[in-house]
């Protein structure tokens, strides 16, 4: 098989170069694509324990511990201990980034739509599914 034919190089190939995309689009609003994800996972799933973020982004801790110190300071997110369990940390979106991540979801759709127009609407769909049972497969293999 053809390196350019191998179905992870193409994913790789399609996430950088989204990634040097959204780069260019998260410009005007402060935020690298590595925050705006991080953001929309609290916006969507939050308040979140730091190792559940971690899994949902597919984030080292070490660098989710980072970039959410910086998130922080800029009054984007909050991080305090579980009401169940005092050692572990959640992590919240406040109103600051949710304002800012809804003006940035706005640029991000709008590119993404772009994208995806190469493809037929059955064709993205399929593609989902097969991307969503490979990731689980992944998870059930711990990786």
């Not at 959410?68 to 579980?82: N, P």
């Not at 037929?120 to 998870?139: F, K, N, S, W, Y």
């Amino acid at each position: 098989m053809e390196l350019e034919d191998h179905i992870f190089f193409l994913c790789t190939q399609v996430v950088y170069r989204r990634d040097r995309a959204l780069q260019d689009v998260l410009r005007p609003y402060g935020l690298l694509t590595t925050e705006w994800r991080t953001l929309g996972t609290l916006h969507s799933r939050g308040p979140i324990a730091m190792q559940e973020l971690a899994q949902w982004t597919a984030y080292e801790r070490t660098r989710l511990t980072r970039m959410l110190h910086g998130l922080e300071e800029r009054g984007l997110v909050s991080r305090g201990g579980a009401e169940h369990d005092g050692r572990a940390v959640m992590v919240n979106i406040s109103a600051k980034g949710r304002r800012l991540y809804a003006r940035a979801e706005k640029a991000v759709s709008a590119l993404t739509d772009d994208i995806l127009s190469a493809c037929a609407p059955a064709e993205v769909d399929r593609m989902r599914a097969a991307l969503q049972a490979m990731r689980e497969r992944l998870i059930q293999m711990r990786y």
